[in-house]
């Protein structure tokens, strides 16, 4: 068996979501078979060995998924096995959390990425993964990035996580619409990175945000962000309350997977230019991922060709939705 071959993979998740990556594995008919698991840790088995160019499953509970090169019991054997990698990360189950280490450099697409895992003082797991559009630049799918103190809700840190690790393409040229807008954490973040945004929310707004919020489209500036407030339910906004050239749909509504869906399928009727969309699911169960086809079907059906779930390290029962590439028919 050489480098690019394995009995055996592994997968680093959140602790707590392996019954429900394992269920995910299962929906997809992967004949992917249970080998061994800790928290955050689990590791699959098949009748056929694995290849390192054949890790293409697009596990949403999976924040890391490599070709397992076994277990040993110091860090130093473990670096050994994946000394052919260009780039090595470490992680480590440590406060209950699977971490990611801090790592200086960025991986590149096609490079090859080493992994070591510590899941005790004598129990390093070593693996291998090939860097890839959609997968995180980070060891463990981990960022490690902070909440600032002056944001006003957790949102911000999600889509924070969200654009690194999707390498979302949102510049300073879009214009975000945002359902559950309040108190202001996605707002907040797409004004520091300069993209304006439409917020629909009856609730009010905190006052780092209102900062930027303008009474109508006629007071924008140039070269100045933006943030209109649309104090509304979701179900009662209307295309008057968009105008022109929204060109992404998010959502951090308390609602379930099918009332966020069927709204965001009415925005994209009235805002055919909407091209991507960027909706946290917050589930009951996490064993809810066996709806992820029927989620996928909605966005396909509003004309979405490239979709993706993902739950990252800052989720807990929570993923994100992210549908690009949209067709729109005339």
């Not at 697009?58 to 054997?77: D, I, M, Q, Y």
């Not at 899941?119 to 890839?132: D, M, N, S, V, Y």
């Not at 699911?281 to 996490?286: A, E, F, I, R, S």
């Not at 991922?289 to 979709?307: N, Q, R, V, Y």
């Amino acid at each position: 068996m050489n480098r690019t071959e394995s009995e055996y993979i592994f997968a680093l998740c959140n602790p707590g979501s392996e019954k429900a990556l394992k269920l995910e594995a299962e929906s997809m008919a992967l004949g992917w078979r249970l080998s061994y698991q800790r928290r955050g840790f689990v590791t699959f088995k098949a009748d056929a060995p694995f290849a390192l160019a054949s890790l293409t499953a697009e596990l949403a509970c999976a924040r890391r998924l490599c070709l397992s090169l076994g277990k040993s019991p110091t860090r130093e054997e473990a670096l050994r096995r994946v000394q052919a990698a260009s780039l090595i990360h470490h992680a480590r189950y440590f406060e209950r959390k699977m971490q990611g280490l801090p790592c200086a450099a960025s991986p590149k697409p096609g490079e090859l990425i080493g992994t070591v895992v510590e899941l005790g003082p004598t129990e390093f797991w070593a693996g291998l993964h090939r860097h890839a559009p959609f997968l995180s630049p980070d060891p463990a799918g981990d960022s490690g990035t902070l909440i600032p103190s002056e944001s006003p809700s957790r949102a911000w840190l999600k889509l924070e996580e969200a654009l690194r690790f999707f390498a979302l393409p949102l510049t300073p040229a879009d214009i975000v619409v945002e359902l559950g807008c309040a108190p202001g954490g996605v707002v907040l973040a797409l004004l520091q990175r300069g993209i304006s945004s439409i917020g629909i929310d009856p609730a009010k707004m905190a006052e780092i945000v209102l900062a930027s919020l303008i009474s109508n489209r006629s007071d924008i500036l140039p070269n100045k962000p933006w943030f209109f407030h649309c104090r509304k339910p979701a179900a009662l906004a209307s295309k008057r309350d968009l105008g022109q050239g929204v060109s992404w749909f998010m959502s951090d509504m308390n609602q379930s997977p099918e009332v966020v869906l069927k709204e965001c399928a009415r925005f994209c009727k009235m805002a055919p230019s909407i091209r991507g969309v960027l909706i946290t699911l917050k589930l009951t169960d996490l064993l809810q991922i066996k709806d992820k086809a029927l989620w996928f079907a909605s966005l396909s059906e509003m004309g979405f060709s490239t979709i993706r779930l993902q739950q990252f390290s800052v989720h807990h029962k929570e993923f994100s939705l992210l549908a690009i590439d949209r067709s729109v028919s005339k």
